[in-house]
């Protein structure tokens, strides 16, 4: 890592920081079959647990999020959907809420409107990298159960600034894709069943932050987390900081897209802050593909619409332009079957 890797300015410390900590921040996330996942998690924890724990979850901006009711029904520590600057507390759980991401200052959450992450808001890899920026070493960042590879990106994170980093046997998942991915582009050190998971959180808790693993922190995660909270003044030419110039639009912005590399883990993100690992790239151009034919198959069958009716209209003063007319409806037919075939095979 050459210094223009390395902010010169990391997070301002707190007078605190002077005396030993431990493994006090943990940020987990999941996705499809987190409910059942996490109530079993924070069931096995103390009530006395040292440390604060940050839970990001998939969920649509509609939905109407019971979790925090949910997982203080299940365990003995108590649970709240923070507001924006709520302080931090320990032996707190903080939930996020639809439509927003979950971020982590010094000493207070933040609770943001930015840009989705791998098509989420809330998404978990702005809860990890807030995470490791502001707490590096101290950093306990987890991946349940869920699917394509959103968390990924974060663990990158919060191990590159030192943090230990953990995932759910992917055997153990009711859905494993995220523990898989997690996995494949990151050098965990811990990947356990749910029901060993609590018992490691409180080791790791009362354990202190060993200092050999306390790296500089990339300033590329500074700039990351801004892109996230979407309130600092950015200039597109920065981009080239994090990355190079892609052939690939943003699915979401049409703006153009720049290609991350982190270890083997290739990501992609626009200048407006829209951000997607390779899997959810695909996913989101796949869907732009079937809008696309969706769109397509509407303006062919109403121009064979409009062909109809003109053919109709002069059929007996020019059979001529009927015929005309009526050929090319038959053209236009051809087309939309072509684009129904295309959109009953899913071929996107």
């Not at 996942?37 to 839970?55: C, D, E, Q, Y």
């Not at 969920?59 to 949910?70: D, P, V």
């Not at 507001?83 to 609770?111: F, K, N, W």
């Not at 409009?306 to 020019?318: D, G, N, T």
């Amino acid at each position: 890592m050459t210094s223009s890797d390395v902010s010169d300015t990391l997070p301002v410390a707190s007078a605190s920081d002077a005396a030993v900590k431990m493994h006090d921040i943990v940020v987990i996330g999941a996705s499809a079959g987190a409910v059942p996942s996490l109530k079993a998690l924070v069931r096995g924890l103390p009530g006395n647990f040292p440390g604060s724990i940050f839970v990001t979850v998939h969920m649509s901006a509609e939905a109407r999020s019971e979790l925090s009711g949910i997982l203080s029904r299940a365990g003995s520590l108590p649970v709240s959907a923070p507001a924006d600057m709520t302080p931090i507390e320990s032996g707190q759980i903080y939930v996020s809420s639809p439509d927003c991401h979950m971020l982590l200052e010094r000493d207070r959450v933040r609770i943001v409107r930015g840009p989705k992450e791998n098509r989420h808001r809330p998404a978990i890899d702005p809860l990890f990298r807030s995470a490791a920026w502001a707490y590096g070493p101290r950093v306990v960042g987890i991946v349940l159960t869920g699917y394509l590879d959103d968390g990924t990106a974060g663990l990158w994170a919060i191990k590159t600034c030192g943090g230990i980093t953990i995932v759910q046997d992917p055997a153990d998942a009711l859905h494993p894709d995220m523990p898989q991915n997690a996995l494949m582009h990151n050098r965990v050190d811990y990947c356990v069943p749910l029901d060993e998971m609590a018992a490691l959180l409180v080791k790791l808790a009362t354990e202190p932050v060993d200092l050999t693993r306390h790296h500089p922190r990339p300033a590329s995660v500074k700039t990351e987390v801004e892109f996230a909270s979407i309130e600092r003044d950015r200039d597109i030419d920065d981009m080239g900081s994090l990355g190079r110039l892609s052939p690939f639009t943003c699915p979401s912005c049409r703006g153009a897209l720049w290609e991350l590399q982190e270890g083997d883990l290739m990501r992609y993100r626009c200048h407006t802050g829209h951000a997607f690992s390779e899997k959810s790239l695909l996913t989101e151009q796949s869907i732009s593909i079937e809008e696309a034919l969706y769109a397509a198959l509407k303006a062919v069958e109403e121009k064979a619409a409009a062909l109809r009716k003109l053919s109709q209209r002069w059929s007996e003063r020019f059979p001529q332009m009927e015929a005309d007319y009526q050929a090319r409806v038959s053209e236009l037919d051809a087309s939309a079957r072509v684009l129904r075939r295309l959109l009953a095979n899913g071929t996107t």
